[in-house]
């Protein structure tokens, strides 16, 4: 099914769609993010522009792909999970209803670390919030830290992160994700020198797995206008694109590629029949509290 595309007249906002380019954009997006979910929203948004859709204006993001993604999630024709929105959670202390249910519990989720026994220590960055949600499904299967920066992280932030690297006798492997602006690149710089500053002794190694200058020739990736108004501008070249630019499996195929090549696996393992045998001894404990309150 091809749609009329109507672009929009003032580069900001689109004109309006009739009901069948509507229903048209319906169809792909619902496609687009069940072939590659979770994503973000802005995600979702170069996704339609590279497939030709609609166009790369502010306007198609919040009249068309905001609206739409919302009115489908409502609508229940969307999974609410299949968004990744990870800048509102609570915050609740873990509680049981009793002492059974929180060792049928513990058998259920427990795990071994995985990385107690690994020659490095690795983490992963990003630079926004809403990518945690894309990232976490990798760096939760392999027992990896992810750190989020929220735009430019604050001091007690990296002071805090850097005593954790301080304390690995081991060397450290840093991955991060953000933009490339102005202001991406510079948080990506000024993080790792606040990181070496603060852990001076640390074997560190940083890396920007995205968004590079080699990723946004050889994928094409759909640049923005550069800001003039942000006070980095004049020592940037070429124009910006956004880490939501690069498609979410991509992204975590290059967080699992970054993890993995530092992974001994007969040591994972070791730990995978380790942690199996002491799950059933987790569940032999639950099924004696239970028999115990009979």
Request: charged letters at 30%; one cysteine or more; glycine letters at 6%.
């Amino acid at each position: 099914m091809t749609a009329q595309r109507t672009p929009p007249t003032n580069g900001s906002r689109p004109t309006r769609r009739t009901k069948a380019d509507i229903e048209y954009l319906r169809c792909l997006l619902r496609e687009v993010v069940a072939e590659q979910q979770p994503m973000t929203v802005r995600q979702v948004f170069y996704q339609l522009v590279s497939r030709g859709a609609i166009d790369k204006t502010e306007g198609e993001y919040k009249v068309t792909v905001i609206r739409l993604l919302k009115e489908m999630r409502l609508a229940g024709t969307l999974p609410f999970g299949w968004i990744a929105d990870s800048t509102r959670w609570m915050r609740k202390p873990t509680t049981h209803s009793s002492l059974e249910g929180a060792l049928w519990q513990m058998a259920r989720f427990y795990r071994r670390a995985r990385w107690d026994e690994q020659d490095v220590y690795v983490e992963v960055w990003c630079e926004k919030d809403a990518l945690a949600g894309v990232l976490y499904d990798v760096t939760s299967e392999w027992d990896v830290p992810l750190m989020v920066t929220r735009g430019y992280p604050s001091l007690s932030y990296l002071h805090e992160a850097s005593e954790a690297i301080a304390a690995e006798k081991r060397p450290v492997y840093l991955y991060y994700f953000g933009d490339h602006d102005p202001s991406g690149v510079d948080i990506a710089r000024s993080t790792e020198a606040r990181l070496r500053q603060f852990a001076p002794d640390a074997e560190m190694h940083f890396e920007v797995l995205g968004v590079t200058p080699q990723q946004i020739a050889v994928w094409s990736l759909p640049t923005r206008p550069t800001k003039q108004g942000d006070s980095r501008y004049a020592g940037f070249r070429g124009e910006s694109v956004e880490v939501d630019a690069i498609p979410p499996d991509t992204l975590r195929a290059l967080a699992t590629e970054a993890i993995a090549q530092h992974v001994d696996q007969a040591v994972i393992d070791g730990l995978e029949l380790a942690e199996k045998d002491e799950r059933k001894t987790l569940r032999w404990f639950a099924r004696e509290a239970q028999e115990a309150v009979r």
